[in-house]
């Protein structure tokens, strides 16, 4: 049999108590390694708690972004699962839910609080 594909789905959420630097726009600075090992800290046991759980292989902080309210943060990652035809478990609106209620509506996560309406999940 085939193995299962990888496929990516994106995740993207607002942190609002992350003042937003230049330095978190550069890959290689110190700011930026730091704050992507809290998001995998955070990000990776609630996927791997979600109906994705068994396939999640893990996530990638693409980028870190201004948003309109500069003492905010926003979070870019690229986020990939094995692709089971005949077991699908990915369902872009269950994984939303899921982890809508394990942060708390999308106000939690960790000790980052997040903007409710910033949320997105895109397969």
């Known amino acids: 049999p085939l193995a299962p594909a990888v496929k990516n789905f994106t995740l993207n959420f607002t ?13 290689s600075s110190k ?3 730091s704050t992507e090992k809290v998001m995998y800290y955070y990000v990776d046991p609630l996927l791997q ?15 870190f972004r201004s948003t309109k309210n500069r003492a905010d943060t926003g979070v870019d990652a690229m ?9 699908p ?5 269950n994984v939303y ?11 939690k996560l960790g000790h980052y609080s997040l903007n409710s309406q910033s ?3 895109n397969g």
Do not use: W
């Not at 708690?49 to 980028?63: E, L, W």
């Not at 986020?79 to 077991?87: N, T």
């Not at 478990?89 to 609106?93: A, D």
């Open 119 to 121: 949320l997105y999940i």
């Open 15 to 27: 942190i609002t108590n992350l003042q937003f630097t230049a330095d978190l726009e550069k890959p």
């Open 79 to 87: 986020c990939s699962y094995r692709d089971d035809p005949s077991d």
């Open 31 to 33: 700011r930026f390694k």
């Open 49 to 63: 708690r979600s109906s994705i759980g068994p396939a999640y292989i893990g996530c990638k902080v693409m980028a």
């Open 97 to 107: 839910h899921e982890l809508s209620k394990m942060t708390n509506g999308v106000t």
């Open 89 to 93: 478990k990915f369902k872009r609106t």
